[in-house]
């Protein structure tokens, strides 16, 4: 599974940097993408229903010391 962390980045970037990433990989292959930005929530569940090249297939957050972590898990299409 690939990682990209973009803690710090407010929307669009998560997006961006995730769509860069997801070109770059095979069918099949899983990019876990470790995000500070709520807003990316939403962000990643509207552009998986309407990307050609990824899934979402799983949504979580936990804790960072007092900090909130945005974990998104794509899968290549």
């Given at each position: 599974?690939?990682k ?24 099949g ?47 290549r299409?």
């Open positions: 599974m690939r990209l962390d973009v803690r710090g980045a407010k929307c669009p970037m998560p997006i961006v940097k995730a769509k860069k990433e997801i070109d770059q990989m095979q069918p292959e899983l990019l876990e993408v470790t995000a500070t930005d709520p807003g990316s929530v939403p962000d990643f569940k509207g552009w998986a229903l309407t990307s050609k090249t990824a899934v979402l297939k799983e949504q979580r957050t936990e804790k960072e010391g007092a900090t909130e972590i945005y974990i998104h898990v794509l899968e299409k």
